[in-house]
């Protein structure tokens, strides 16, 4: 069973940073694409952070520059480090996971993704 567990969700303040994990596990081998995507009341979900399981990334234009992702191969883990976090980035944080290829102009289409965690809530707040 495929199953995408998201943890590290907590409330910090403005300028402050957080590391959320996703663990992945139930694909027979690592799926092509994992990241993040972000949901706020009221908006569509967002694309955050995407890596292949070579270690390829995108990162939306919001993220760059503050946002890392990276991977644990061995322990099917994908992280995404904030840093100076904002208010604006507030909202609930899903792990996503696609075990096939995503032509790259895809790759922040919500719909291309076939599995999603439960997410994991993250708020900017002074």
């Known amino acids: 069973q495929v199953r995408l567990r998201e943890s590290g969700g907590d409330s910090v303040q403005p300028g402050g940073s957080l590391r959320i994990s996703c663990e992945v596990s139930?694909?027979?081998?690592?799926?092509?694409?994992t990241g993040w995507f972000r949901q706020v009341p009221g908006k569509e979900r967002e694309a955050v952070a995407i890596?292949?399981?070579?270690?390829?990334?995108a990162s939306s234009d919001s993220a760059k520059g503050r946002f890392a992702i990276s991977q644990d191969v061995a322990k099917s883990t994908t992280f995404l480090q904030m840093n100076n976090l904002k208010p604006d980035d507030s909202g609930v944080y899903f792990c996503?996971?696609?075990?096939?290829?995503?032509?790259?102009?895809?790759?922040?289409?919500?719909?291309?993704?076939?599995?999603w965690g439960q997410g994991t809530q993250v708020t900017v707040s002074s």
């Open positions: 996503v996971a696609n075990p096939s290829r995503i032509p790259a102009e895809g790759l922040f289409d919500s719909t291309r993704y076939t599995y």
């Open positions: 139930g694909f027979a081998e690592r799926p092509v694409w």
């Open positions: 890596i292949s399981r070579h270690g390829a990334t």
